[in-house]
């Protein structure tokens, strides 16, 4: 919930809603202020619903945007999935409602605005089949219809045409960066064309590098012919010995195979097909149609109560008590022929369940071996695709191993002549130390030399004049290769420019009708849309006028209802009373003593009499109650009173009890220290 709070809040920050909020603020905003809030995001989706939530009723804008959010087929989530609640936490701008929409609205906000541009002209009305009953408004609905589909068609050819990838802003883009390149390729290579003009022989020198270059490409193309020839000659080899390995396998099998062991063969298989196709399958069928059979009956039946399923439960069971009862009377017959037949029986239904077990072990056999030939065809194809042929077999593995053991030995060989060489670089790098030191040597006694001669620097100036000329060489050669390259670059510029020039004609040519046509489409499009516009109104304001209409005779029809309940429940309760009355009647006027007894009036003059006596014994009760009262009141005081002197006399006798105890304990005291 808080990530979800944290992408609400950046995204309504950022343009165009620039709200500037934070996460305690939006989570503190009023009922009012969030749907504020998430109209002016379905306002950046729609822009016909910019509008202030204040000048409209709740209702109008629970029902609007409940309409909107609809039409971008918004999914509550799973707590939300009671459109009642959902309607009702929208109306009370709840949080746990508003935020998900917010949510998923932002994060897919320009593809939710092509959705409602869309649904602007593809979402149909609704019109009544009455209505359509009318010639006028029918061939009005069939245009209305035509037109969307024409629409369609348009919107799907403009959004071809977008995502084509021919976009001629791009194209002359491209045209314009590639001349200007190509100028500056051009200036650069006259610029070349001038420093090298100066150097002697060098168209002579352009010609040979031209060649050379030719001769370079040649040998690459040959060295690839050759390598691919190679790779070919390989997989023929491969083939030939595949091909030759399955020759010899099926040369053995027919070697093997004889007539009669393919004839017995044949006959097995035949044997097992023919169980499977007369025996096994048809009871598998039967039982498949006998259990959808059941099924049909099930389905189609109603819904049962538990009064129902309690009375199949007692008819189950009480079938199986007969069912029990009719064994226990077949064993207590025992008749010894059906004791023959019944081992005979025993045997043969073993004998089939042994047969129908193999049946179903040579199914499965048969399922495993068809996966596994499938999985060894998709592994065939893979290895092909991966390899570019099929697996390797035994002769070529072990064809491979013999190449991989000589390649040992020439690597082993190899490896040999490179110690070999590691150890002469050793020796040659001493002699180089050596000479070095003796050239160093010999420079000095040079320059000694120099120096008696009056001519010291002879040397370093040749050998100086010795490097730059060598570097000039180098230059040369250098701008050579550099000056052939522009001149090879120039070229294929060139050439891609034209190929792109070439290319684009029949396209431009192609896109100026298409032009004309969007123009011409795109003019007819506003016209049917302001029809539509216009249509689209009137029949809306139609529907609003018949919905209040409906809403006004259903409020009506609810009253009346109600009355006519009302009216009908005091019809029943008067008519209860008069029949009660006239039973009433009835039974007074009766001449019957016994009759009379049984009637209202009777049984509450009986009540009334009960009451009356037990009203004037209670009174005769309250009278004794009240005479006796002063002498009973003085009774218990003067029994509390000789309460209080019994539990004083106690506690005098307590306390002597306990003085004449302490008393003994003291004189015994006195009389043990006169014996010591």
């Given at each position: 919930m808080g990530e979800q709070l944290k992408f609400i809040v950046e995204q309504l920050n950022k343009d165009p809603f620039k709200k500037n909020f934070n996460l305690i603020k939006f989570d503190s905003l009023e009922p009012m202020q969030l749907l504020q809030v998430l109209n002016d995001v379905l306002a950046e989706i729609e822009p016909k619903q910019t509008i202030d939530i204040r000048e409209e009723m709740p209702e109008q804008t629970a029902k609007r945007m409940f309409t909107v959010i609809g039409m971008l087929k918004y999914k509550p989530p799973g707590n939300l999935s009671d459109v009642s609640s959902f309607r009702q936490g929208l109306v009370m701008g709840s949080k746990p409602v508003i935020h998900p929409i917010l949510h998923w609205l932002l994060q897919r906000v320009p593809e939710l605005k092509k959705r409602a541009y869309l649904a602007r002209f593809l979402m149909k009305l609704e019109v009544p089949a009455e209505f359509l009953q009318d010639d006028v408004i029918n061939d009005t609905y069939h245009q209305y219809e035509e037109l969307v589909e024409a629409f369609k068609t348009c919107h799907k050819e403009c959004e071809q045409l977008r995502t084509s990838g021919f976009s001629t802003a791009e194209i002359r883009r491209d045209i314009s960066a590639m001349e200007e390149e190509k100028d500056h390729l051009i200036k650069r290579v006259e610029r070349l064309k001038k420093r090298v003009e100066s150097v002697p022989n060098h168209q002579r020198m352009l010609e040979l590098a031209r060649q050379l270059r030719v001769e370079k490409e040649r040998e690459e193309s040959l060295a690839q012919q050759k390598q691919e020839q190679k790779n070919q000659l390989f997989q023929a080899e491969q083939r030939l010995q595949r091909s030759r390995q399955q020759?010899?396998?099926?040369?053995?099998?027919?070697?093997?195979?004889?007539?009669?062991?393919?004839?017995?063969?044949?006959?097995?298989?035949?044997k097992i097909n023919t169980y499977m196709v007369t025996e096994k399958l048809p009871k598998e069928l039967d039982s498949k149609r006998r259990m959808v059979q059941f099924l049909q009956k099930v389905v189609s039946k109603p819904a049962m109560g538990q009064a129902e399923l309690q009375e199949l439960e007692?008819?189950?069971?009480?079938?199986?008590?007969?069912?029990?009862?009719?064994?226990?009377?077949?064993?207590?017959r025992n008749d010894p022929m059906d004791d023959k037949l019944t081992l005979f029986r025993q045997q043969a239904s073993i004998i089939i369940r042994k047969k129908e077990a193999k049946a179903e072990e040579l199914q499965e056999a048969r399922e495993e071996l068809a996966a596994a030939e499938r999985t060894l065809?998709?592994?065939?194809?893979?290895?092909?695709?991966?390899?570019?042929?099929?697996?390797?077999?035994?002769?070529?593995?072990?064809?491979?191993?013999?190449?991989?053991?000589?390649?040992?030995?020439?690597?082993?060989?190899?490896?040999?002549?490179?110690a070999e060489l590691k150890a002469e670089y050793g020796v040659l790098q001493r002699t180089e130390e050596i000479l070095k030191q003796r050239h160093e040597s010999i420079q000095q006694q040079l320059q000694s030399i120099e120096a008696q001669k009056g001519i010291s620097g002879y040397s370093d100036t040749q050998e100086e004049l010795e490097r730059v000329s060598a570097i000039k060489s180098e230059l040369d050669d250098v701008k050579g290769r550099t000056l052939d390259d522009m001149s090879e670059m120039v070229k294929k510029l060139n050439s891609m420019i034209v190929e792109k020039k070439s290319a684009l004609a029949p396209i431009i040519k192609e896109l100026r009708p298409l032009r004309q046509q969007c123009q011409e489409l795109t003019q007819e499009y506003e016209e049917k849309k302001s029809q539509y516009e216009s249509c689209a109104t009137g029949l809306e304001s139609n529907r609003s006028k018949l919905e209040q209409e409906v809403k006004a005779l259903r409020e009506e029809t609810t009253q009346e209802e109600n009355r006519y309940h009302y009216v009908n429940c005091m019809k029943q309760i008067i008519e209860v009373q008069m029949q009660q009355a006239a039973e009433e009647t009835?039974?007074?006027?009766?001449?019957?003593?016994?009759?009379?007894?049984?009637?209202?009036?009777?049984?509450?003059?009986?009540?009334?009499?009960?009451?009356?006596?037990?009203?004037?014994?209670l009174r005769e009760t309250q009278k004794a109650v009240r005479e006796s009262h002063g002498p009973n009141m003085k009774q218990i005081k003067m029994w509390s009173d000789l309460e209080q002197l019994m539990e004083c006399k106690r506690q005098c006798f307590v306390r002597a009890q306990s003085q004449a105890s302490i008393g003994q304990v003291i004189q015994e005291g006195g009389e043990d220290r006169l014996v010591l």
């Open positions: 020759l010899n396998d099926l040369r053995k099998a027919a070697a093997d195979a004889s007539p009669e062991s393919l004839m017995k063969r044949l006959e097995e298989e035949v007692d008819n189950i069971k009480e079938v199986n008590t007969q069912i029990n009862q009719l064994s226990e009377k077949r064993m207590m065809a998709k592994r065939k194809s893979t290895a092909r695709d991966v390899d570019g042929d099929e697996v390797i077999r035994g002769d070529e593995l072990k064809r491979l191993v013999v190449k991989l053991r000589s390649k040992g030995t020439v690597y082993k060989k190899k490896r040999q002549e490179m009835k039974a007074y006027v009766s001449s019957d003593p016994q009759e009379r007894k049984k009637t209202i009036r009777e049984l509450y003059m009986k009540n009334i009499a009960e009451q009356e006596s037990l009203g004037k014994k």
